[in-house]
């Protein structure tokens, strides 16, 4: 077997450019594994994109559910969460579908505009805008269960599990170094 030039969610669009401008394509999208950044993995991944016929090229747009496992922001379990993003994305080609000749990427009067690029063999790879997406909408303080009572900070037992006997008083991180803070403000007036 020939190896693909591009993955379960990239697209040759070649017949859509030589289409009409609003004529339009829908795929499925399927991708079992996508790593985010460098320890952030997203698995499952399912959705759709509908892609759009523009003057200026293709408009992508979609959703995608996957999976990402994320460790507990205070006990360190792992849990596995859905997320669910949207994505849209410009795409402009590299060269004339009917006659191969290099186009002008930046249309005239445009200096720096956010677009993506299809490869010279009319590929459109939708790998970016999905991670981008999902990079996004990660939870910035995941927690197992919105009561998660965390690590003792003395002896780091799982304080969901046992009790260790240390009294700690449950402090927010964030609170406390804002208190921190507020508090070498006072300092200086
Ligand atoms: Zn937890
Ligand atoms: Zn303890």
């Known amino acids: 077997m020939a190896p693909t030039e591009y993955n379960n969610i990239g697209f040759n669009v070649s017949g859509l450019l030589k289409d009409r401008v609003g004529a ?3 795929h499925e999208l399927e991708e079992p594994v996508m790593e985010l950044d460098e320890k952030t993995r997203a698995t499952k991944l399912y959705g759709s994109a509908r892609l759009l016929r523009i003057n200026s090229g293709i408009l992508a747009e ?3 559910a996957a999976d990402v496992m994320l460790e507990c922001s205070r006990c360190l379990i792992l849990l596995s969460s859905r997320l669910r993003v949207e994505f849209a994305e410009e795409y402009r080609p590299l060269v ?5 000749t290099p186009l002008e990427v930046l249309q005239e009067g445009e200096t720096d505009v956010d677009f993506s690029r299809l490869t010279p063999n009319h590929i459109l790879d939708l790998t970016e805008p999905v991670r981008q ?3 996004v ?4 303080n995941p927690l ?6 965390g690590l003792c900070p003395q002896c780091g037992v799982d304080l969901n599990a046992e009790d260790c006997g240390h009294t700690h008083e449950r402090s927010d991180n964030r609170l406390a170094v804002l208190a921190a803070l ?3 403000d006072d ?3």
């Open 187 to 189: 300092h200086l007036n």
């Open 144 to 149: 197992c269960r919105h009561d998660c009572a």
């Open 62 to 64: 979609g959703q995608i």
């Open 133 to 135: 997406s999902l990079l």
């Open 24 to 26: 339009m394509r829908e």
């Open 137 to 140: 909408d990660l939870p910035f």
């Open 96 to 100: 004339d579908v009917q006659t191969g």
């Open 182 to 184: 507020l508090d070498s």
